[in-house]
């Protein structure tokens, strides 16, 4: 970090540091925020602080340029991926403060995500396989809608590569409105990347799934034996288009198409906008079409999947998809219109340019003019210029095509530059001045480098400029709002794997660590260590707050945030009951309930053993900071119900006995009052 070691350098920066905030008192600078008349001097108090805990110039420059008052807002919000947790975290920034985990993929008690609750355990079984209700996932790449290509604060989107599937995020009140398992795909680490105005939000497989011809691929139902042979000729990747209705925040599948895909190993998604506008574009490894078979006395996957010396960046024209689908020439194979791979090869949709082998990072500059990835296994960064690929494809300017009858464009037909950089480059990400960022994850830094017009129009394009060094082993990296037409500058988060020595040891399994970082000057400046004690963080976003409008409390109360409209299970406080029926010849005991401090309302809940109980749940306050939450004793049930929100429970009551029920969030003085009896009678 370049510390200031010497004892002289610290007396020499005490005294100056001293006898510039004394002036600066004198002179009136604070503006009457930091000094009082009766205080002591500013500086003198500051620099026995400084000396008290043996800090140096650069930390108490990073103190003051990350602080944020108790009261006063981070200037962006960060959207993180919460990797194999299955959440997404939510980031304050400068401050570095974690400020909310949204429940998304797996069960969340403090939010009853999946405890119960009627709507979240929908959408955990909407987004299931058919095979079993999946209650975990590795969440990697977030996005924000956008509206021409500018993110607009309205949703977010999330996927999980372990199980194929994307979720969206409402950004009103920060909790998971729909799941959808992607079909005919396995695997997913292609990201959620919206198109320019949000129509689709697009996302690539990773792993190929085995296909049957024209039938795709059906968890639980398709097999293929795994051969050299069949993993050639029936397995495949997906390129997914999936329609977004932006008011519900559902995805809708019949209005989705994927593109088949060769069985390469798909990576990192990211859809265009100005020059690329209409076109998306997808790294992928492993040309070789290697499936391991270490026990059989095969290379490893590692070192097959590594031998040649390019891979293909797919080149997706999806409007030309789109169009193809309209004309009907699409195959419909489980819920969802594909459009075959030999029709992709010879209608104009796919394409592919050779690449460094194993990359990774797919990004595009705020110009939209320049593709950029990382090397991995070559230490560089290479740019591909979309004017360049546009008319390539336009003049047919090919080599050939691979062995499924892609086009392939030739490499230095597409190349705007190759620029070299620490080893191991992963992620590529902009500012607002024309310079790109790359994380190296064996070399643990951050490269700076120029871009090129119309991104950078200064003397020395694509050109590497700067580095910093990374505590440890850096994967992704975000700066403000990059890949849109309008990053922010300012900051770049760097997403660490490893903190080894950075904090105390809470081992073996250590916290990841995001590094912030200052991006505004000429040289970068680390500022913060913040330790990720929850999944391994891949990808995040992030976003002006003042673009955000997020609701305070649900209103009019009775408020359904999965309907958007007034719950039909609303009640008012006085209208309590409860009332015990048949459906489809079970027994159903439904109970209509209301929550105010300090009171659950009806208090006692008599049922028959092996009813279906169903609580719908009224929390009428109107005050912001009145939540309650309803949780049953030892029936694993639980709720979170927000001021104005109605919200359902339901199960069976299989053991009989008598349970406590009570608000688990701490809402008042009576907080412990708050509680109530669930009687189910022997049957």
């Known amino acids: 970090m370049g510390v200031v070691k010497s004892n002289s350098s610290r007396r020499k920066f005490l005294s100056v540091l001293s006898a510039g905030l004394v002036a ?4 009136g600078f604070t503006g009457g925020r930091l000094l009082t008349p009766t205080a002591p001097p500013l500086g003198k108090e500051l620099v026995e602080i400084i000396e008290q805990r043996k800090l140096e110039l650069i930390h108490a420059r990073a103190a003051l340029k990350t602080y944020v008052p108790g009261g006063w807002k981070d200037e962006f ?33 403090w939010q009853g995500y999946g405890y119960g609750d009627v709507k979240t355990m929908k959408l955990l079984y909407k987004g299931s396989n058919g095979i079993r209700l999946l209650t975990l996932g590795d969440t990697h790449h977030p996005e924000i809608s956008r509206t021409n290509a500018e993110y607009d604060g309205e949703w977010a989107f999330i996927g999980d590569k372990l199980n194929a599937r994307i979720a969206s995020i409402s950004l009103r009140d920060f909790e998971t409105k729909d799941i959808v398992k992607l079909p005919n795909t396995q695997t997913q680490h292609g990201g959620a990347c919206a198109t320019p105005n949000t129509e689709y939000v697009a996302c690539g497989s990773q792993f190929p799934a085995p296909w049957e ?58 859809v265009g906008w100005g020059p690329s506008d209409g076109w998306a574009f997808m790294n992928s490894i492993n040309t070789e079409l290697h499936i391991g078979g270490v026990l059989e006395g095969k290379p490893s996957l590692e070192v097959g999947a590594s031998k040649n010396d390019f891979d293909y960046l797919h080149i997706i024209n999806w409007k030309r998809a789109e169009e193809l689908v309209r004309q009907g020439k699409y195959v419909e194979m489980n819920g969802i219109k594909a459009v075959p791979l030999d029709v992709a090869a010879k209608e104009g949709v796919l394409f592919f340019a050779p690449e460094p082998k194993s990359p990774h990072g797919c990004d595009i500059s705020p110009s939209g003019r320049y593709v950029v990835i990382g090397g991995k296994l070559a230490p560089a960064v290479t740019i591909y210029d979309v004017e360049k690929i546009k008319d390539a494809i336009r003049n047919q300017r090919f080599a050939g095509t691979d062995r499924y009858g892609v086009p392939v464009l030739r490499f230095e037909d597409v190349k705007a530059a190759q620029i070299e950089t620490s080893l191991g480059p992963l992620h590529n990400e902009f500012d607002d001045k024309g310079r790109g960022y790359v994380s190296c994850f064996i070399g643990n830094t951050v490269d700076q480098y120029t871009l090129g017009p119309p991104d950078y129009t200064g003397d020395k394009p694509f050109t590497k400029i700067g580095e910093i060094p990374i505590h440890y082993n850096v994967g992704h990296i975000c700066t403000t709002e990059s890949n849109s037409p309008s990053p922010k500058g300012k900051y770049l988060i760097a997403l660490n794997k490893w903190s080894v020595d ?22 970068m400046e680390l500022l913060y260590d913040m330790p990720i004690g929850i999944g391994e963080p891949h990808y995040a976003k992030m976003i002006l707050t003042t673009k955000l409008k997020p609701w305070e409390v649900y209103s009019p109360v009775g408020f359904d945030p999965e309907t958007f409209e007034v719950s039909p299970y609303a009640i008012k406080k006085g209208q309590e009951r409860i009332e015990r029926k048949q459906e489809n010849g079970k027994w159903v005991t439904e109970v209509y309930a209301t929550l105010i401090r300090s009171t659950i309302t009806p208090d006692i809940i008599r049922v028959k053993q092996g009813d279906l109980v169903r609580i719908h749940l009224t929390n009428v306050e109107t005050t912001k900071d009145a939540t309650h939450a309803f949780a049953v004793s030892e029936y694993n049930v639980m709720a979170s119900v927000e001021p104005g929100e109605t919200t359902t429970v339901e199960f069976v009551a ?3 006995g008598v349970f406590c029920f009570y608000c688990v969030e701490f809402c008042s003085p009576l907080h412990l009052e708050m509680a109530g009896w669930l009687e189910v009678e022997p049957d």
């Open 24 to 27: 600066g008192a004198a002179a």
């Open 77 to 109: 919000l960060m959207i993180s991926s919460g990797g194999h947790s299955g959440q997404v975290l939510v980031i304050g920034v400068p401050s570095m403060r974690l400020l909310k985990v949204i429940a998304v993929f797996t069960p969340e008690p």
């Open 502 to 523: 950075r904090f105390v040891d809470v081992g073996p399994l250590l916290p990841q660590n995001f590094q912030l970082i200052d991006i505004s000057g000429d040289k």
């Open 213 to 270: 011809p024209g039938k795709g691929y059906k968890p639980g139902k398709t097999y293929i034996k795994l051969t050299e042979k069949n993993f050639e000729e029936f397995f495949r990747g997906t390129a997914n288009f999936i329609a977004f209705d932006r008011k519900t925040g559902r995805f809708d599948l019949s209005r989705s198409f994927q593109i088949e895909l060769p069985p390469y190993m798909q990576d990192l998604e990211v």
């Open 654 to 656: 299989d053991v009989s």
